[in-house]
């Protein structure tokens, strides 16, 4: 077995131990498909598990995750945020904020720093967790922290409670009223680029090849990427 295979393999093994659930909702799901969400609290069987390169993707996350975390007193990490229907767990706790860290490919990374990109819109997902954490907690604001991979640069974006409270409420509600009901939502894909991409349905969800939503993925018709054009040398 060469370095590759051990590897793939001790993360395999991590990922089928037993898990203890909380049977809640978890705010790192929020801006996502609400049948994804409902099903994940429920803990349904998955149908699409994470690949070996998703795991190798994750474990490397994690990597960098831990590395931030690093630099900060331990007593304010891996905050547990709970309450009747949400539990998750923030990366950094300050006086006055949320901290979550995320890693991203460098490219992307560098993408994110043009005047053009739009944070709000692009990592909407990303805000409400963190934001969702800082509300739990009664913490007026949350910063986004995104590490590029390549080159340990890094990128911060704070956001208010106040601002946001509203669109939190929507997600929120919207996901305890199918929990009162015992009533699937309908899906759409939310996320990575939204309906225009179908990304989150078609590449991402680790349910998609449930029966239920058979007839919602033949419906996405994802928009073809623009090409970019390259200058012909003379």
């Given at each position: 077995m060469n370095l590759q295979e051990k590897i793939n393999k001790s993360l395999r093994d991590k990922?089928?131990?037993p898990?203890?659930?909380s049977g809640l909702y978890n705010p790192s799901s929020f801006g996502r498909c609400f049948r994804?969400?409902?099903?994940?609290r429920l803990d349904l069987p998955q149908t699409n598990p994470p690949?070996?390169?998703?795991?190798?993707?994750f474990k490397s996350g994690k990597i960098f995750h831990d590395f931030v975390q690093s630099f900060v007193d331990k007593a304010t990490i891996e905050v547990k945020c709970e309450n009747?229907?949400?539990?998750?767990?923030?990366?950094?706790?300050?006086?006055d904020e949320v901290i979550d860290i995320k890693s991203v490919h460098s490219n992307s990374f560098h993408y994110m720093r043009k005047e053009t990109?739009?944070?709000?819109?692009?990592?909407?997902?990303?805000?409400?967790?963190v934001l969702t954490y800082a509300w739990l907690l009664g913490k007026p604001k949350g910063r986004l922290v995104f590490v590029s991979r390549d080159d340990l640069c890094i990128a911060e974006y704070v956001f208010y409670v106040d601002k946001w409270r509203d669109r939190l409420?929507?997600?929120?509600?919207?996901?305890?009223?199918?929990?009162?009901h015992k009533s699937l939502p309908n899906p759409k894909?939310?996320?990575y680029g939204g309906e225009k991409s179908g990304a989150e349905c078609l590449k991402y969800c680790p349910y998609r090849e449930r029966g239920e939503c058979a007839e919602y993925r033949a419906s996405i018709k994802p928009e073809p990427r623009a090409k970019k054009l390259r200058s012909k040398s003379s």
């Open positions: 990922q089928n131990e898990r203890t659930r994804y969400q409902y099903w994940n690949d070996e390169r998703a795991l190798r993707i009747d229907d949400l539990c998750g767990y923030a990366d950094i706790v300050t006086d990109y739009d944070v709000n819109k692009e990592k909407e997902s990303n805000i409400l967790q409420q929507d997600e929120l509600e919207v996901l305890k009223w199918h929990w009162e894909s939310r996320a």
